[in-house]
Structures are given as C-alpha cells and as structure tokens.
C-alpha cells in the first residue's frame, strides 16, 4: 500500500487539492522552533530541553493516519487503499495531536519523552491528558502498522536534523506548575502559527533544510523579534523629551533603581502621584541593559489606564533602545493600527472534525494573537490588561502561549490592591510562575496592608523577615532567599485634605457640583455603577444652565470608538496641562478613572466605596502643582448611606444600595467606620494607618449584625480563593475557551459584545454593507478575513449586559470572520432602539449616555432586569 499512495498532506490548496507534505510542514516548524530558541533570553533558554526543536517539529507527525488523510477527498481518490478499508477509514482516529502525542509517549527508548509529549499534543490549545494510548482493533491493524512505520521514518530523519529526542524528563522543581513543560507548548503553538503563515512559507509545497532555516530566521524579524535592546541611560534622559526640560529621580524612583541590581521581584508601595511608572520603567531599563532579560509586559487593571500609558511608555522607548532596534511597543489596540502587523493568510481547508472544530480554527486563533489585544503578551514590549496575563495561569484555551509570552520579560503590575481575594488568589500564583519562568515581577500599589505584601514576596518564595510600617516602602529580594532590607524613602505630606463624610442627598451634590463648576471648577463624582452614573447624568446636565458648564460621562458601555473619544476629549481636559481658562467641568464617571489614570480635579464626590478604592479616588483631587485654580482648598465628599436601626443584615444590606453588590457589605461598613470621624487627610501619612484600620481583626464589640456579615465575607473569601486555586490546575480542568476575563475576575454579572451599527445590506458574493453610528461604510466579506473590516467592527463593539441581549441574536457568517468570539450585532434606530432582529430588545443606545434599558411602563411592558451590577472597567 505505500509504495501506491501519494505523499502525505498536512495542508490543503485553495482548490482542495492536497498541499504541503507533513514532512515538510513539520521541518518548516522545526526550523521556527529552532530560531525563536536562538533567540531565548540565557536563563529562559536552559528551561527547555535540547530537543524542543525536534518535538516541534513533530508535532504534527499525527496527521500520519489514515483517518487523517482521507479527510481531503483528492488524496482518498487517488490513495488506492486496500478493498473493504471503508469502515476502517470511518473508525481511524482523526485528532492529529492526540496521535502526536501518543506516538512519542509509546516509543520504547523515549522514557523521558513521555511528559515532554504533553506538551506536543496541546499544540491546539488544550491538553490531551498526562498519558494517553492509542487503541487499534484488529481491523485497523494494518493501516494502523502501515502509519506507524510512517511517522517512525519521519521521526528518523527529523532527529538526523534536529537531534536527539530528550534525555531528561521535565525538572521536578518546578512542580505543580510544570513551568518548563508548558514554556515548551507555548513554543511548539507559536512555531507552528508563524510555520502555517503563507507569507512565509507556501501551502503548497516545501523548502530545502537550509532555505527553511533562513526563511524561519526572516520570518522572526518581520515579526519583531527580540524587539531590540535597551540601552542604559540616564533617569533624565529615559524620560525627557525634546519639550519639556529633564527631570530628576525622586526619592522613591531612586530607592527602586538601587533594589533593581539583579533579578527577582520588588514591590514597590508609594502615593498615587509619585512616579511608580517612571520608576518601574528605569528598573525594568536597567535589567535589560545588562542582559538579565529580553523585553517588558506591563499590565494594568482596566482598559482606559493600558490605552493611556502606551503613549508614556513609547516616549521612553524612543529614548533607550540600543541602536536601530525597531520600536514594537504593542498595546491592547496596536493590532489596529495599519502598520503594526503582518496579515495571516488561512491555509485552505474544507472539511471538518467530528467534534466541530475546523482545521481553519486553527489558523484563526493564530490570527486571534497576532490581530488582537492578546498580540502585546507576545510583543517584545507590550502594555495591556492584568488579565491577559492571568490567563496564563488558568485553564484557559492556549494559556500556555501566554506563558512563553511572558517569559524571561520584566513584568510590572500596576495597582495591585488588598481588596478583591478572587483576582488576587490568581495575582499570587502569577507571580510563582513568573519567577519560575525567569522574570523580573515589579508590583505597584498605593494601597497594600503589611500582610498582602508579605503573601506576594512568599509566592515568589522570598521570606520578609521583617515587618516594616513605614510608607512609601520598596521591597525586594531573589526567589529562594530572605527578602533584602526595606527601603522607606522619604516622602513629605501633600496640602492637608478636607474631608466630609455624611449621608448628602443626590440634589445636594448635584447643587454643589454645578456651584462649583459655573466658578470655573473642575469637579468629579464617582459613582460606583454605571446605572447610578447615568442617572446622575441626567439630574446633573438636565440641571445646569445652557453654555456655562461642560458635563460628562464615562463608563464601559460605550462602544469603543465612542469611549476612547470620551477618554480622550476628558482626559486630555483634566489632564496636566489642562488650560487654565475656560468653563468649568462636571464629569460623573464609574471606576474606569479611579486608578492609573493622570487627571486632576478641584473638587471630588464619591460613592461610598472600600478604602484602597477610596484612596486611589483621592488621588485624582490636586494632582498637580496650579498657580491659578479657582478652588481655595483640596476637599473630598464621602456619600454614606443612611443605615437602619434595625439589627437586621438584609436591611442593613439593602440599604448600602448598588454598592454593597459590587464590593462586600461587611468591607463598606468598617471603610464608614474608619472615615466617618476623619476631617481631614494627610497623605501618604493617612495611607498605612487607614488601610490597617479597615482590614483588621473584628473588634471585640462589634455588633452581631457585623459580626454576621463578616462571617459571610469570610466564608465567601475563602469560596473564592478555592475557586481560583481550582481554575490554575490546568492539567485537571477543561480548556475554556480563550476570552476576554474568562476565569480572572469574581464573577459578576455575564456581558456579551455587541456590535452596534446604523444598517445592514446584504450585497452579492458574500458581501455586506456595514453603515457605522458615525455614518463611515465597510464592505465586508463573510470568506476573506481582513484588518479593515475587523477594525471597522471593533470599533463599534460594545460589552452589554447578557440579559439585554436576546437568547437568539443574530451572528451572521462576516461577523463571525471578523469579530471577537460570541459577538452578536443590532442595529441603532432613530429612537436609539437596538434592534436585533426579531426579537424585541431592551437595549437602548444614546451617544452621550451609552447603552441602557429604561424600566418598563405599564402601557409598553418589556424584558427588563435590574441585576447587572458590577465593578466598571
């Protein structure tokens, strides 16, 4: 039968004819393999075994079955099988990675091969298993013996090029985690995406070892890899620009750039406007410079702050790579810009597996790295979410890929805070795999008690043997060692801040805002829920005299065009070099500017809302030194609700309101409890004391109510952090699929993306015409997949409540090509009305509200819900 069968596909043509053999698509991902490990920062490099380039080069020596290769009709016409090989064919096996796998883990000389194959048979993103077997009954056998000695004979000829298979089996060390395991599948997954790229290598056919080697070579270039090299400077010309004169390190800046010597991780605890990027930047510039790493990922905690600090972060690029080294900064929306990426042609494939999935998903989810948010883990410098990189240490779809992302890079977490126990469960196993994988872990916050430091140095296995009080603080150490000796950099105390904690009614802040604001003021409140936020819009705009204030609205549900005009036009206005002229400013937003985000206000009004929150908030009042503000003093209003009298916890609860669904009761009632008596703040003095204060032990005397809730907090703290462990066990869970915050955050309540359009033509040849709110045009296909169509439909996307979407809202086939997975489109009428169809909907959609749903009346009764609140980012 081999001598009679044509060569063996692991591609199609266009025409469906069978392309590029499996010998030579593996030898092509061999030879990418080989170069990105060329590549690997010394430290990452040792975590791999000698034989990564070999083990991916076979990962596709699976597609040697029969099962496999009947699935292209022109190679089973011309095959010339054996008579009666029809039901055989049926019953072969067809999941090529499974094959993989269990190929390498039978072989009698591949002892330690048998966990490195787990690696292998992941390459589509979800593990098959520690071990797994192949089960051939007897009428299988002869096609199964005629496939075995196939991929026997292509496994001999890969180890003439690529060597030996491995001689030692993953290093027990880095058990649980298996750091070294899935560093290895994260690079068989990209080699394999950038080996599949038709830009680089034909589908149809192959390339001598030399030219394939040189082509992988060329391929890493385009991409951007290594992204250059930092060269040492400076504190003042990391971060002068050709404007503004240059500047020196302050205090804090220089205790981190003095514990940023070698590796490890540092925690760095300083004020809200003290320069923590800065000196996170110059740390991260120091280790590169002398070759500790390759590369930087800094992720923030919401989507505004990872698009606004792009753009510091570029400026210090500019003026510290070594070099001609090109600038590759990628940001949760570089995938967007016309220049930034190389397009990924889909290898052609027209059949499909029996469980549904496409071969062409594969190319896809490529594509899904390279054009999309997730595209700056992979960058040599990237800026994106904090949950981009969580998604690396749980059981997520290609949670390996984000973990050879990571590797071997400065990671620098922003804002990382006492309060939310489920993410922060995931933040300390991030930070044990980091350190595994070779990174530097920079932490910053403004608001760590003592404690949460402590967990975050032991999971990085650096014991504090101390437990300093002082603030700003900077702590450091090597994995494996006694954390150094804290540094407490001195820090004097910013203008004293009025505070006035009470129950103020809404028309009282809304009087007060527009007082304020018609003087020339520029005022903030926060509201802790989008809801609450848009229906002080309303009271406040409906409330202020014609062309004598600007007022404002910021929050997550607006598609994003629209919200990154809104970001732009505010924060550019409250911004430092707001102008001193000009009318005053309302600006009522939810959580999206509470951290990260540099914006000063004369005057702010919060929600009650947990302390670490309450002081990020804080930091947003005077920001900057003004000659000429209108407001004679800082002040900071707490809205506290009014509580019962009653000793009743669901009384109590219910009249926290919207926040107490957002954070925990019992966490509101000790932050009143803290601030109430307090008439003024001096920061960073207040910082520590406040924080302690909140988190402490219940008192002796709190009430039972209290005491109750507390034991609800605790009971839900400890429901949530075995939820978390339990997501990181990625070898026992199911892969969930690879979205947006899947697994790492509490879960509120589900979203949807929305594409929000003006119309909807359906045109010839599998072309529609999209008509966007702003009135721009798009044709696009349902076949082809293209950066402009993508982009056009991103813009205009919108994270909806779940409930206010029809279960059967529509997702047609272009959508489907172009969008983010799940998305669904409606189209906006005159009234605002979303209109998906034939279902009616309750989403309604005002360019300076966002989307909402009105409460039904009685004459036009409808679907409505009142539970989707949620933190706001």
């Not at 990571?406 to 309060?419: P, Q, T």
């Not at 009650?608 to 003093?633: F, I, K, N, S, Y």
Request: aromatic share 6%; proline share 7%.
């Amino acid at each position: 039968m081999a001598s009679k069968m044509v060569r063996l596909w692991a591609k199609t043509t266009e025409d469906g004819q069978p392309g590029i053999s499996v010998r030579d698509h593996c030898l092509n991902v061999g030879c990418v393999a080989e170069a990105i490990m060329e590549l690997l920062p010394r430290r990452v490099h040792a975590l791999l075994p000698q034989a990564g380039a070999l083990l991916a080069a076979l990962h596709d020596v699976g597609k040697i079955t029969v099962g496999f290769q009947a699935k292209c009709p022109a190679w089973l016409a011309s095959a010339a099988l054996p008579p009666g090989s029809d039901g055989s064919i049926a019953l072969s096996v067809t999941d090529h990675a499974f094959v993989s796998q269990a190929f390498l883990q039978k072989l009698p000389d591949a002892t330690a091969s048998r966990l490195w194959a787990v690696a292998v048979g992941a390459h589509h993103g979800r593990p098959k298993g520690r071990s797994v077997r192949l089960n051939s009954s007897n009428h299988l056998e002869a096609l199964a013996d005629w496939a075995e000695a196939q991929r026997l004979q292509l496994l001999a000829e890969l180890k003439m090029i690529f060597g030996p298979l491995p001689d030692a089996p993953p290093d027990p060390r880095l058990t649980p985690d298996h750091s070294d395991l899935w560093l290895l599948a994260g690079l068989i997954t990209v080699a394999d995406w950038i080996g599949s790229n038709e830009t680089w290598f034909y589908p149809s056919g192959g390339l001598p070892l030399e030219a394939a080697r040189t082509q992988a070579r060329d391929a890493l270039r385009q991409i951007g890899w290594p992204g250059g090299k930092l060269r040492p400077t400076s504190f003042a010309a990391a971060f002068g620009t050709g404007t503004a004169p240059a500047f020196k390190p302050n205090k804090v800046q220089e205790a981190v750039a003095s514990a940023a010597l070698q590796p490890g991780v540092i925690v760095v605890e300083g004020p809200m406007g003290c320069g923590k990027t800065e000196a996170a930047l110059f740390a991260a510039q120091q280790l590169i410079a002398a070759g500790h790493h390759q590369g930087i990922y800094f992720a923030l905690p919401t989507q505004v702050t990872s698009n606004r600090i792009h753009r510091r972060i570029e400026r210090f690029l500019l003026n510290t790579l070594a070099g001609d080294a090109p600038l590759r900064l990628a940001h949760g929306n570089a995938w967007l810009e016309a220049d930034f990426i190389q397009k990924l042609s889909p290898s052609f494939t027209r059949w499909e597996d029996k469980d549904g999935e496409k071969p062409d998903d594969h190319v896809r989810e490529a594509r899904s790295w390279f054009a999309s948010a997730k595209q700056a883990l992979l960058a040599p410098y990237g800026v994106g979410t904090i949950d981009q990189a969580l998604q690396a240490v749980v059981a997520v779809k290609h949670f390996f890929v984000r973990r050879f992302a990571l590797a071997g890079k400065v990671v620098i977490l922003d804002e990382i805070h006492s309060y939310d126990i489920y993410t922060g469960t995931l933040i300390t196993a991030l930070i044990r795999e980091l350190v595994n994988l070779r990174c530097t872990v920079i932490i910053l916050s403004a608001t760590l008690t003592a404690e949460r430091r402590r967990e975050l140095l032991a999971a990085a296995g650096i014991a504090e043997t101390a437990a300093p009080s002082a603030y700003p603080l900077i702590s450091s150490g090597a994995p494996g060692n006694a954390a150094l000796p804290a540094v407490a950099p001195e820090w004097p105390d910013r203008r004293p801040i009025a505070l006035r904690s009470a129950v103020i009614p809404e028309v009282e802040v809304v009087e007060e805002l527009i007082r304020r604001a018609e003087t020339g003021q520029h005022v903030l409140w926060i509201r802790n829920t989008v809801v609450e936020a848009q229906e002080s819009f309303r009271s406040a705009s409906g409330s202020v005299r014609e062309d004598t204030v600007r007022v404002g609205l910021l929050h997550s549900r607006f598609p994003f065009h629209r919200r990154a005009e809104l970001e732009d036009d505010w924060l550019e206005l409250l911004g430092k070099n707001r102008p001193a002229a000009g009318l005053g400013s309302i600006l009522i937003a939810t959580q999206v500017v509470e951290q990260s985000v540099d914006i000063d206000l004369d005057f702010i009004v919060s929600d009650l809302a947990p302390t670490d929150m309450l002081l990020q908030r804080v930091g947003r009042l005077w920001r900057h030194e003004r000659p000429h503000r209108r407001a004679t003093a800082p002040e900071f209003w707490i809205r506290l609700p009014e509580l019962p009298t009653t000793d009743d916890t669901k009384e109590l609860t219910k009249a926290l309101g919207r926040s107490a669904r957002v954070y925990a009761p019992y966490v509101l009632l000790r932050t009143m409890e803290v601030w109430r008596a307090k008439t003024e703040l001096r920061l960073p003095t207040d910082i520590r004391p406040l924080l302690e204060a909140t988190y402490a032990e219940p008192a002796a005397d709190e009430s039972e109510t209290w005491r109750e809730l507390h034991a609800q907090l605790e009971t839900e703290k400890r429901q949530l952090a075995a939820n978390a462990e339990a997501a990181t066990r990625v070898l026992g869970n199911p892969m969930l699929d690879d979205k947006e915050e899947i697994l790492t955050r509490r879960k509120g309540a589900p979203t949807k993306p929305v594409v929000l359009l003006r119309s909807v033509t359906t045109g010839a040849n599998g072309i529609v015409l999209a008509v966007a709110l702003d009135g721009t045009r798009a044709e696009i296909s349902e076949h082809e997949w293209c950066r402009g169509s993508a982009k056009f439909l991103h813009d205009w996307i919108v994270r909806a409540p779940r409930w206010m979407v029809p279960d059967d809202a529509p997702r047609p086939r272009w959508l489907a090509l172009h969008g983010p997975a799940g998305a669904t489109v409606a189209t906006v009428g005159d009234d605002g009305r979303c209109d998906f169809g034939e279902e009616v909907s309750a989403m309604t959609y005002d360019p300076r509200l966002g989307i909402y749903s009105e409460r039904p009346t009685k004459t036009a009764p409808q679907q409505w819900k009142d539970d989707d609140d949620e933190f706001d980012s």
